[in-house]
């Protein structure tokens, strides 16, 4: 009996003793883990580390590693054991492929065919003596450039991030301005007497040089497009003008990059009612035939109930549509929200403060 009772005390005991849980362990992301792992290095590793990243990531290491400077051993063991998970499942395809690739295309094509399908489509690479650009300030920019001809101002923009070459290009007289959107838009081939131009800039800036020419990555409308979102309305929209009365087609293919049928997943709801409301459905639903499902839905989310799903079943009558069509149909409903955004109905863009 007492051996029952002893069971039973046991039994409640057990139902009533709390269970305490243990906690889970901080979750540790991508950019915590990568500046635990510097901290690791010894001061000579990890600058050598740092040398070869973008200013923008050493800006992001640096701050991280502030915050996990005090980690303990837990999330040291946690770190490693993802660096090394992650480095077995790395394979060794990309060691070297540039080497790999260029003797392929040699045995292929020739040396001479094969020195022209490169410079076509290999990525293209600043000379390390331009790297200098990407550490440097606007207004420094500004003060090695303002006196040199527009064609080495558009060179040196080419080689700076969009944000950078923005920055630097609201700076410059703005009677410059088109003349140098227009000179990055047509940039293509540059010569190594241009490169070593920059070079000497950046020499009398207490740079170091260096002899290797290079391609620019510039002279694409899409790259003049990333920068003229970021000067603000007024100025893309004066460049803009300038340069149709150029060139009409390089203009309107940079205006076409500047905003496009993707971009309306950034307009808020209202303002894509705004839109929808105004485009007839002929134009939407080949449109949304070629959307993705995420803007497709926000779309359909910013129509009445009714409106949706009547174009919901109009876009099931439908069968497949030409790309050609789709496309056309894309074109015209941004051209519309850029004219409701150029009457002031709407909001567009939002890179800076007074872009509509």
């Given at each position: 009996m007492a051996e029952v009772l002893e069971q039973e005390d046991t039994a409640v005991e057990a139902v009533t003793t709390p269970v305490v849980e243990t906690p889970a362990p901080p979750v540790i992301d991508d950019q915590q883990a990568a500046a635990i792992l510097l901290l690791l290095f010894s001061e000579e590793e990890a600058a050598g580390i740092l040398s070869r990243l973008e200013p923008d990531e050493v800006q992001q290491l640096s701050s991280v590693m502030y915050s996990v400077a005090n980690v303990g051993a837990d999330e040291i063991n946690r770190v490693l054991d993802r660096f090394v998970d992650r480095a077995r499942h790395r394979t060794t395809v990309g060691y070297r492929a540039d080497v790999q690739i260029q003797a392929m295309l040699t045995t292929a094509l020739g040396e001479q065919r094969a020195e022209a399908m490169i410079s076509r489509t290999a990525p293209k690479k600043a000379a390390p003596?331009?790297?200098?650009?990407?550490?440097?300030?606007?207004?420094?920019?500004?003060?090695?450039?303002?006196?040199?001809?527009?064609?080495?101002?558009?060179?040196?923009?080419?080689?700076?991030?969009?944000?950078?070459?923005?920055?630097?290009?609201?700076?410059?007289?703005?009677?410059?301005?088109?003349?140098?959107?227009?000179?990055?838009?047509?940039?293509?081939?540059?010569?190594?007497?241009?490169?070593?131009?920059?070079?000497?800039?950046?020499?009398?800036?207490?740079?170091?040089?260096?002899?290797?020419?290079?391609?620019?990555?510039?002279?694409?409308?899409?790259?003049?497009?990333?920068?003229?979102?970021?000067?603000?309305?007024?100025?893309?929209?004066?460049?803009?003008?300038?340069?149709?009365?150029?060139?009409?087609?390089?203009?309107?293919?940079?205006?076409?990059?500047?905003?496009?049928?993707?971009?309306?997943?950034?307009?808020?709801?209202?303002?894509?009612?705004?839109?929808?409301?105004?485009?007839?459905?002929?134009?939407?639903?080949?449109?949304?035939?070629?959307?993705?499902?995420?803007?497709?839905?926000?779309?359909?989310g910013a129509m009445s109930t009714r409106a949706a799903q009547t174009l919901e079943d109009e876009m099931g009558e439908r069968g497949p549509m030409p790309m050609s069509e789709v496309v056309e149909a894309q074109k015209a409903v941004v051209a519309q929200a850029r004219k409701l955004a150029d009457a002031g109905d709407i909001t567009i863009g939002g890179q800076s403060d007074d872009y509509v």
């Open positions: 003596s331009l790297d200098a650009l990407k550490w440097m300030a606007p207004k420094e920019i500004v003060a090695m450039i303002e006196e040199e001809h527009p064609q080495i101002v558009a060179l040196v923009l080419s080689f700076l991030s969009p944000d950078n070459a923005a920055a630097v290009l609201k700076l410059l007289p703005a009677e410059n301005q088109e003349d140098i959107i227009y000179r990055l838009a047509t940039l293509g081939q540059v010569s190594p007497d241009a490169i070593e131009t920059i070079e000497q800039l950046l020499s009398a800036h207490h740079s170091p040089k260096g002899s290797a020419p290079v391609d620019t990555g510039g002279g694409t409308a899409s790259d003049v497009a990333a920068i003229m979102n970021l000067v603000g309305k007024r100025n893309s929209n004066r460049m803009i003008k300038a340069l149709a009365k150029r060139d009409k087609t390089l203009a309107g293919e940079i205006q076409d990059q500047m905003f496009t049928f993707a971009d309306l997943i950034t307009i808020d709801a209202k303002d894509l009612g705004t839109v929808m409301r105004s485009v007839d459905n002929e134009l939407l639903i080949p449109a949304l035939k070629g959307a993705d499902a995420k803007l497709k839905a926000k779309i359909l």
